[in-house]
């Protein structure tokens, strides 16, 4: 009779489980504006209209553009236009989230319960690191870091080569979503020689290795000679300097270093306080004789984590609302807990002996655990963004601890409902919050309005939203003829579907800047010289462009800022004299 009602209670949550992923799936798909979703797709079609890498453009991940650019061409050549082309890259990026989720099941399964894998499986599939779901450049570091790890796991498991290719295209993958992550690959091949030479003898474990890194360098030079194809060396140099002036990303490294380890410590808050607790009692434990009673403490400290991270979320928010940077503060609680749990209190409950296998499952998952957090640091230096906001791409280092805490305690009740539990916190977070401009708060519950026009058709929005989208597209389709270079000042980078063959600026970066550097790209390229500037008020306004006396006296020598068109989003159109 019991073993009938767990099996009915398992379909149950199956059954729920299947129907918040597919409500997941179409909210993802057809929910939610965001000015950064509009600059990686903007950067794409920039690569269709024929501007060259680090030549026409001087955007800082431009390198991301290369996966969704042919999505885009066979849209346009199917559709004959890009209206509604969001919602098409929305359904792209499910299906490469689906097959990603696919692999790393088929990983998982030689190393933990298929349950189990099945349900860090599913939320790979079910979770977008900023929330947003086209395939750009921090999703795409997020599902080929999950495609890495996977490879290597397959590899180990099933001992053949062609996994070490497949890692190695992984972490090109990477790279071309976070450049600064070719520092990281070093690291990322020592650590897989290191895991590999725990299953392995040196030489075979190296020649792995090495066909991993043969791949991945094979790629790399196949990528640099279609760059050095379209610009000399000198230039590229030139245009690199220009690059790293954008005024967004412009942080010291040592600065990016200060802040991020501030923001590490005050993240961890409540783990630190947690951890300082088990110790003291089982010191007193230890002193008892009763040391192997402190794996009972692993359940309320694992409890106190989760509920750390929810309080970190309740005290940082305030009454701003659910934002989608919230559910990484959770997984900056639970992972330094998981970490603990794994690898400190084994010790402190007395157990100095292990099996060679449990030696190395704890070697191999400690040494995998550093392959995403690899790639995590060197996403968090290339981004504009705090600690705080870009812990998307720790998961799969979550997911890897929690595979090790499941197989330590896989007949323990607790250790089973941790799994349903974080399956369905992530579920209900898909299924709810959505993503609009920046990191504004926004729910389903929120009033929505269809989009009818422009590459947003068939995308909902709120009100302010949809109102502003509508009136920004009516007055640049006013003034701006498919024949015109349009530079638009402002954040809603969709505009530049609304032209022809030219974007006429050096970055279609959704937090642009305009100084020397944007004259000097005019310069270097004189056919990039926008017809019509619109300048987009909630943005920035003449007076701000002033600070910057080389943009402002190009622009006023040039554009006929006297006389514009006035408007109430876009504050202004200047027609070139």
């Known amino acids: ?168 295209i992984s972490m090109a993958g990477c790279v071309l979503a976070y450049p600064l992550a070719a520092v990281a690959a070093v690291v990322i091949f020592v650590l897989a020689y290191l895991i590999l030479r725990g299953k392995a003898d040196n030489s075979k474990a190296l020649k792995a290795v090495l066909i991993m890194a043969a791949t991945d360098v094979i790629l790399g030079a196949a990528f640099l000679a279609i760059i050095f194809s379209a610009l000399s060396l000198s230039d590229f140099t030139r245009n690199i300097q220009y690059i790293l002036m954008d005024g967004a990303h412009q942080i010291p490294m040592y600065v990016k270093a200060y802040r991020g380890l501030i923001e590490a410590v005050d993240l961890q808050r409540y783990p630190l306080i947690g951890m300082v607790i088990v110790e003291i009692v089982s010191f007193v434990m230890r002193k008892k004789g009763k040391g192997e009673a402190t794996s009972r403490l692993k359940t309320p400290f694992l409890l106190l984590c989760m509920a750390g991270g929810v309080l970190f979320m309740i005290q940082t928010r305030g009454k701003e609302g659910i934002r989608f940077v919230d559910l990484s503060y959770w997984m900056y609680s639970i992972l330094p807990g998981l970490f603990y749990v794994n690898y400190r209190m084994p ?20 040494l995998l655990l550093w392959i995403p957090l690899s790639v995590f640091i060197a996403a968090y230096f290339q981004s504009n963004l705090s600690l705080y906001a870009n812990g998307g791409l720790i998961l799969p280092a979550l997911l890897l601890q929690l595979v090790m805490f499941y197989s330590q305690r896989s007949d323990s009740l607790p250790s089973r409902g941790y799994m349903i539990y974080i399956l369905l916190l992530f579920l209900t977070i898909r299924c709810i919050c959505i993503r609009f401009t920046s990191v504004q708060p926004r729910t389903i519950f929120d009033p929505m309005f269809d989009t009818a026009v422009g590459p ?122």
């Open 1 to 168: 009779m019991k073993a009938k009602m767990k099996r009915g209670l398992w379909t149950l949550f199956w059954i729920l489980v299947l129907a918040m992923t597919i409500w997941g799936t179409y909210k993802a798909i057809f929910f939610g504006n965001d000015i950064d979703e509009s600059y990686a797709i903007t950067q794409s079609y920039r690569l269709v209209l024929g501007d060259r890498l680090f030549k026409d453009m001087w955007e800082v991940h431009q390198t991301s553009a290369v996966f969704m650019a042919p999505f885009i061409y066979i849209y346009r050549i199917l559709a004959g236009n890009t209206i509604g082309i969001v919602v098409f890259l929305r359904a792209v990026g499910c299906f490469c989230s689906l097959l990603t989720a696919a692999l790393f099941f088929v990983a998982l399964r030689g190393y933990t319960d298929k349950r189990v894998a099945l349900m860090l499986s599913l939320i790979v599939y079910n979770y977008t690191p900023k929330y947003i779901q086209v395939p750009e450049f921090c999703l795409l570091g997020f599902l080929f870091t999950i495609c890495l790890v996977s490879c290597l796991l397959l590899y180990l498991k099933r001992d053949k080569l062609f996994w070490m290719v497949m890692a190695g």
């Open 456 to 577: 947003l058709k068939g995308v909902y929005q709120t009100n302010s939203e949809h109102i502003m989208y509508h009136s920004k597209l009516d007055m640049i389709q006013q003034h701006v003829t498919v024949d015109d270079t349009l530079l638009y000042m402002g954040s809603d980078t969709y505009l530049y579907f609304f032209v022809g063959n030219q974007v006429g600026i050096s970055s279609t970066i959704s937090t642009p800047t305009f100084d020397e550097a944007l004259v000097a790209y005019y310069e270097l390229y004189p056919e990039k010289m926008p017809t019509v500037i619109a300048l987009d008020k909630y943005y920035t306004s003449l007076e701000q462009l002033e600070e910057n006396e080389t943009f402002y006296k190009w622009l006023s020598e040039n554009y006929d800022i006297e006389n514009p068109d006035e408007s109430y989003f876009v504050d202004m159109i200047y027609p070139r004299r």
């Open 347 to 366: 010790y402190l409950s007395g157990k100095k002996e292990a099996s060679k296998e449990e030696i190395f499952s704890g070697k191999m998952h400690f």
